[in-house]
C-alpha cells in the first residue's frame, strides 16, 4: 500500500487536523513511499524503534510520537533517534489526543469495550475535545470485579481506592494521566472511575468525592488503542500488523 494513501485514511479515520494536540500528530517522519508491514507500540523512542527495526517494518503506528510542544534541536539523544528513524527510512505515525477521543478504536472506547461496559455519552474535554466515555454495566459489579476483569482483558492494575459504592453501574474511563478527572467523574455520578496514573496530590480527591478509583498503570491503559487501530488497518487493507509490548512500569 503507498504511504501517502494509507496516511490520508488514517488523517480523516482519526479527524488529525480537527483534534488540537500538544505537538504535530500524524505523520511526525517520513520514510519509503510503500508500506505492508506496520509495527505498532505506544511509545516511540530509541528502545521502541530498535524492536521494530529488528522485526522488519515499514511504519511505526504509536500513541506517543517524537514531538511535544516547542521545537528542540536535533542532538543528542533526541538527534540519534530521529537519525534511527531516518536511515533506515521509515515512516513514523502518531495518534495522540484523536486516539483517545476516538469513539471505535481509540484507547478509551477500547477499555470499555474489554471491560463489558456501554458507552452512553463523552466527557472530560481536553482542548475542547470530550475523551472519555461515561459508560455503563448491564449489571451491578463489584470493584473486586472490575479489577479482575481489568487484569484478564488490559494488563496489571496499579492501585486501587475503593472509596465508593460497594455495587458499581455507572463507569467513567480516562487512559493516561486522568487523575485529575476524578471530582468531575463523581459529579456526573460515576461509581467508580477508571485512569492510568495519579499522583499524591490526587489521593485524597478520591477520598473526598466518594468515588471508587482504579490506577490501571499509564502505559496499560493506552495499549489498547494502538491495538485496536492496527487491527482495523490489518481486516480493511490486508497489513501485517503487530503490536510490541515495552512497558515502562508506570
Known amino acids: 500500500m503507498q504511504r501517502e494513501e494509507l496516511v490520508r485514511y488514517l488523517d480523516d479515520y482519526l479527524k488529525i487536523a480537527e ?52 521545537a528542540r534541536k536535533l542532538s543528542g ?29 481509540g484507547n478509551n472506547a477500547e477499555l470499555a469495550r474489554r471491560l463489558g461496559l456501554t458507552v452512553h455519552d463523552w466527557w472530560g474535554k481536553v482542548n475542547g475535545v470530550p475523551l472519555a ?9 463489584t470493584v473486586e470485579t ?16 475503593a472509596h465508593g459504592p460497594n455495587q458499581i453501574r455507572r463507569v467513567g474511563i480516562l487512559s493516561g494521566f486522568g487523575a485529575r478527572q476524578i471530582d468531575e467523574a463523581a459529579a456526573l455520578g460515576c461509581d467508580a472511575f477508571i485512569t492510568g496514573e495519579t499522583s499524591h ?39 501485517d500488523f503487530e503490536f510490541i509490548d515495552l512497558p515502562t512500569g508506570l
Not at 533526541?78 to 476516538?102: C, P
Not at 466515555?133 to 459489579?141: T, V
Open 146 to 161: 472490575l479489577v479482575q476483569r481489568y487484569e484478564e482483558t488490559v494488563g496489571p492494575v496499579k492501585l486501587v481506592l
Open 201 to 239: 496530590a490526587q489521593y485524597y480527591d478520591a477520598l473526598n468525592a466518594g468515588i471508587n478509583v482504579i490506577y490501571g498503570g499509564h502505559y496499560t491503559s493506552e495499549t489498547v488503542g494502538v491495538q485496536a487501530l492496527g487491527r482495523h488497518l490489518s481486516e480493511k487493507f490486508g497489513l
Open 19 to 70: 483534534i488540537k494536540d500538544y505537538g504535530p500528530q500524524g505523520l511526525q517522519i517520513e520514510g519509503r513511499a510503500d508500506v505492508q508491514r506496520i509495527i505498532g507500540m505506544v511509545d516511540a523512542h530509541q528502545p521502541c524503534v530498535d524492536a521494530a527495526l529488528a522485526r522488519g517494518v515499514d511504519l511505526v503506528l504509536v500513541h506517543h510520537g517524537v514531538f511535544w510542544g516547542e
Open 77 to 105: 539523544s533526541f538527534g540519534k533517534l530521529i537519525r534511527t528513524y531516518m536511515d533506515a527510512d521509515l515512516n513514523l505515525y502518531a495518534a495522540h489526543l484523536a486516539l483517545d477521543a476516538h469513539p471505535e478504536v
Open 133 to 141: 466515555p461515561l459508560a455503563e454495566s448491564s449489571e451491578l459489579l
